[in-house]
């Protein structure tokens, strides 16, 4: 996850844009509960479903 902020950091500057203001949003459609704590753990903390439903589901899952 480091290396990709990284990235995204040089991105954002030589976009001319601040990297507090760019966000990596992880799609986390059709991936385990256990690859969305791992990257959670990692500092990931933006995430995206495809369904309303399956976001619900892992959502409720990960409160428990």
């Given at each position: 996850?480091?290396?990709?902020?990284?990235?995204?950091?040089?991105?954002?500057?030589?976009?001319?844009?601040r990297p507090e203001d760019v966000?990596?949003?992880?799609?986390?459609?059709?991936?385990?509960?256990?690859?969305?704590?791992?990257?959670?753990?990692?500092?990931?903390r933006d995430f995206g479903e495809?369904?309303v439903q399956e976001g619900t589901?892992?959502?409720?899952?990960?409160?428990?």
């Amino acid at each position: 996850m480091r290396k990709i902020r990284d990235l995204l950091d040089k991105a954002a500057v030589d976009a001319g844009r601040r990297p507090e203001d760019v966000h990596l949003l992880a799609v986390s459609k059709k991936q385990s509960l256990d690859k969305i704590v791992e990257a959670a753990a990692a500092g990931q903390r933006d995430f995206g479903e495809n369904t309303v439903q399956e976001g619900t589901e892992k959502v409720t899952k990960l409160a428990e």
